[in-house]
């Protein structure tokens, strides 16, 4: 054996343990061996030692062998047993092998001893192989039979002939049948009606022919003698199995799926509150009726109608109220436009009205008459509520490009009627409000910003790897440096872009543009760095989109492995199916592919598993409270964990502090971004930053010492506390606030807490409740003159708070508290792998200001 033993000895006489051990040596053991002579050294071994095997003499002084094998049965039943005695009667030596032992050695053969221990260890150790074995298929046994039981498809077993050989719970119960009763019979016989009974036959014995299994890939509809229609899928067994089985058939009862479509079509097109048709449904009429030819001249007219303070309505009286009020109206705009197909429900408060009218006069009497109806009283909850209504109305057709442009200048006539005090209703013109002139200008600036290209810039965020401090990548963020308003934020400009259809040729440019800069920076050879480039959702999902890719990487002579393409949750489950195709091809080119914003879209991991891409960006939503929140903590603990496991690697965003980076890196955050380590620039900066070659060391980590958080909003408490412990060799931090501590708890490996129990922001329970959380090996006290029992006895209850002690303190009896408190907390520390965790890596800022950047403000990282 090479593996070193650890023996336990039984024996009293200590030349025989010696006799013992070199025979063990002779024969060519590696071990290491403790020696017991009586029955509590016995026991304190069993537990501690846990041997590998126990030799034991069969008489010792007040205890015995046979006593020492009866412990071995209820502590350790695994551990082999030898006895190694002077002298063993037949009898004794039988009566020894009965109750369990594993061998037995005479101590005048003592080279007999080294194969028995071996061949003890060889069968324990087949034993233990046995009994996993046997585990692990009875536990594979019981989770297929769970599956069966408790899957909602109905599973069918069948062998060559089509007869039933297991039948589910769920199959059982779609027939009203018992096992008993169906096993044996044929499929057909059971699961097909009369009429269908020689189809089925036909059908099954087609899916045997193992030449031209027809049904492997497509499902099939059937009936079920009760008349439910169930989808089936089938699959042919490789061979048959031990008992006949060839096929398995699963199915799903699809009876609704009909009647669920129409009830999806329902809740897709139709306010379910009111039963009218909602805002999809109107703009489909609207386009039909755009294509349609007024025989008879008639006026047709767009009335959106607005109800208002019906949210006043609601916060009066209650929700329901404020729905029936919404049924209400829609009753009386019902009585006035019979024809539901003309009447929709756009918005919570705001109802459409297709009016058609002789001419404009007739209009406008309509209108007014809607409006005086609209607004008679509402008798609800016993009271009498009136809604003031307004109108805005749009005629059609006009120079609306289509329905959703036409609707929309419904609503722009609609807020100019509520605008105006004097007016009831609008009727809309191309006249456009001040808001909508100045979005309308912007979007023209854009177009001519676009086409120039000298307005846009990009601006470059470092990316700091957190395993050695270096830049290793960028973000490529668009400014707009716009003559009249200054330098715009994406946040001005991109939903514009988006809405106004400009977002892919500015998508476009910012790649282009990013190239051409990497580029530049690999020819004046500076450190070779990656350049991340967000693509929108309209982007990613253009029919060009590899084209441009290429077009753009080829012009630019850029290495694709420096290129990142970025996407947001959203934009990949959209049809996610096409992203996965869409990502591998991108990845066939070089190109590394993140997931942006992680978190805050649809987290589909059942996808997230099949996307080739090869970052997660940890969204700065959860990184900004990360030091005070347990949730937001535990999330990016675990995004990070779960990406690792995935062999992604993660980016955390917006890192603005301290504490936030030392919580990152004890996590395993691989990369981080955001104000801490350098603010979006433009490229001339971030080219005098890779020039200057500034590199984060992490300081080096601080050694243990006994490190006391003392949480006070009172200055002269935090005096006093610095004076006592002045001269006792304890650290102190002082915080006073919650949110102050929790920095300091993130960059500081802190032993004992002490907390006022009335602070603002957060009690003393509170934060140490929550303190607990996040670092469960604290020793926490509250130290307060004030005295809620009733939450101090439940955070105590719960472990959140190990001691409560009073205001105004004892010296001596605080110092006491304090010493039992650290030295629980260093007795558990002793007990635990070092961890030194929560003090991570930590950063000098003066880096970065050497390197003129700008220190963080406290402020979004983009």
Known sequence: MNTELRILLLEDVATDAELTAL???????????????????YVAALSDFRPDVILADYTLPGFDGLTALTLRDR???????IFVTGS???????????????????????????????????ERDARREKSAIAGALDAERRFLEAVLATCNALIVALDGQGRLLRVNRSALTALGETDAHILGRYYWEVFAPQEDIDMTRCMYQRFLDRNNPVLTQRPWRARLPSGQVVLWSASLLASPGADGCEAILAGIDVTDQEAAEQRAYVLKHYDILTGLPNRELLLQQLQRRSTQSDPLNHIQALLLIGLDRL???????????????????????????????????????????????ADEKDLSEHVQRILDHLRQPYSIAGQQLSLPAYIGVTLLPNEAADTAALLQT??????????????SYELYTPRLSSQARERLALESDLRMALNQGTQLELFYQPQIDLANGRMTGVESLIRWRHPLHGLLSPARFISLAEQSGLISPLGDWVLQTACLQGLSWERAGLPPITIAVNLSARQFNEPRLMATVQAVLEASGLDPHRLELELTESATMQDPEKTIAILRQLRELGIQVAIDDFGTGYSNFNYLKRFPVDKLKLDQSFVSELTADPDDLAISR?????????????????????????????????????????RPMPAVDLTQLLQNGVNLPPE???????????VDDEINTLSAMRRLLRSTGYQLLAANSARQAFELLATHEVGVILADQRMPELNGTEFLNRVKDMYPDTIRMVLSGYTDLRSITEAINRGAIYKFLTKPWDDEELLKALAEAFDKFEADRSRRAPIGAEMARQWNPTALAAAAIDPPPPSSSR
Not at 410 to 423: G, R, Y
Not at 658 to 670: F, S, Y
Request: net charge negative.
């Open 88 to 122: 063993l009667g037949e009898e004794r030596a039988i009566e020894a092998l009965k109750a369990g032992a594993t061998d037995y050695i005479l101590k005048d053969r003592l080279a007999r001893l080294p194969a028995a221990v071996e061949r003890a260890i060889s």
């Open 23 to 41: 025979a063990l040596s002779e024969g060519g053991l590696q071990f290491a061996l403790r020696r017991a002579s009586g029955a509590a050294d």
């Open 638 to 678: 675990a995004v990070i964990a779960m990406a690792h496991q995935l062999r992604l690697g993660v980016v955390a965003e917006g890192v603005e502090t301290e504490g936030q980076l030392a919580l990152l890196a004890a996590a395993g955050c691989d990369t981080i971004q955001g104000y801490y380590v350098g």
């Open 410 to 423: 419904a609503e722009a006539a609609l807020h100019q009627a509520i605008n105006e005090q004097n007016k």
């Open 700 to 710: 080096k980590r601080r050694g243990y010492s006994r490190t006391l958080l003392f």
């Open 311 to 357: 949210q006043h309505a609601r916060d009066s009286l209650d929700v329901d109220s404020g729905d029936v009020l919404l049924i209400e109206a829609a009753r009386r705009l019902r009585g006035w436009q019979p024809d539901d197909m003309r009447l929709a429900r756009v918005s919570d408060a705001s109802f459409a009205l297709l009016l058609e009218v």
């Open 75 to 81: 502590l350790s039943p695994d551990v082999p047993f």
